[in-house]
């Protein structure tokens, strides 16, 4: 009965390489979120959609693209990946604009 | 981008000791939100407020929404050792963006 989940938690590749981070919620909530994490722990946000349209758009470049086929998933696409890439990405959810609720994470190492 | 000072940046304290650490931002906010971050795992939410002057628990835990609503306050206290963890306060000013907190390190000695 996980709220939201996040696949795969670990994530190791190569620079230049494209991956995908999946985030899904039963919570029924109608907005989803992701978040970049730094070694200093520092959360930012980078996105975020409500019922599938995107309502924030953090300055983050282009080589991120999220996507949200429906209300309960919200999945990140990178592409060329670099080595400042490499952070924990956490997705969380929430209704409308009350508490947000996280996932697990996304460790993401690029060598 | 725009981060909230939270106080202190780290803490080490006894077991059984109470803890207070707040945060505070240059705007003002309609919503504070408390969490706290176990190693390895995501941001557990823990407390949230809405109203500037309220002040609301859970179990050990008590956070106040400041006056000001530029600031707000984290509680624990009989500190155990599963307080371990980094506590990040949030705030809204009505939207859906949420700024994080800089964090507070908490550990606990036995």
């Known amino acids: 009965d996980t709220a939201v989940s996040q696949t795969p938690k670990y994530l190791v590749t190569q620079m230049g390489n494209d991956k995908s981070i999946k985030c899904e919620q039963n919570?029924?909530?109608?907005?989803m979120y992701w978040y970049k994490q730094d070694s200093k722990k520092f959360l930012k946000i980078m996105f975020s959609?409500?019922?599938?349209?995107?309502?924030i758009n953090e300055t983050v470049p282009n080589r991120f693209s999220p996507k949200s086929p429906d209300k309960a998933h919200l999945n990140l696409h990178i592409n060329s990946l670099e080595l400042g890439d490499s952070a924990v990405y956490f997705c969380?959810?929430?209704?409308?604009?009350?508490?947000?609720?996280f996932g697990p994470g996304t460790r993401l190492t690029v060598t | 981008g725009q981060q909230l000072n939270q106080s202190p940046q780290s803490m080490f304290i006894q077991e059984g000791e109470d803890v207070s650490m707040n945060c505070t931002s240059s705007?003002?906010?309609?919503?504070w939100l408390w969490y706290k971050q176990d190693p390895g795992e995501g941001p557990v939410l823990l407390i949230a407020?809405?109203?500037?002057?309220e002040l609301t628990s859970n179990g050990r835990l008590t956070a106040q929404f400041g006056i000001t609503r530029k600031d707000s306050f984290l509680n624990i206290s009989a500190s155990i050792p599963s307080d371990v963890g980094i506590y990040f306060c949030?705030?809204?000013?009505?939207?859906?963006?949420?700024?994080f907190g800089t964090g507070t390190r908490l550990k606990v000695l036995a």
């Open positions: 969380a959810s929430s209704q409308t604009i009350s508490e947000q609720y």
């Open positions: 919570l029924g909530h109608d907005t």
């Open positions: 959609y409500n019922n599938k349209e995107l309502i």
């Open positions: 705007s003002i906010f309609n919503t």
């Open positions: 407020l809405y109203k500037a002057g």
């Open positions: 949030a705030g809204s000013s009505g939207t859906y963006k949420y700024i």
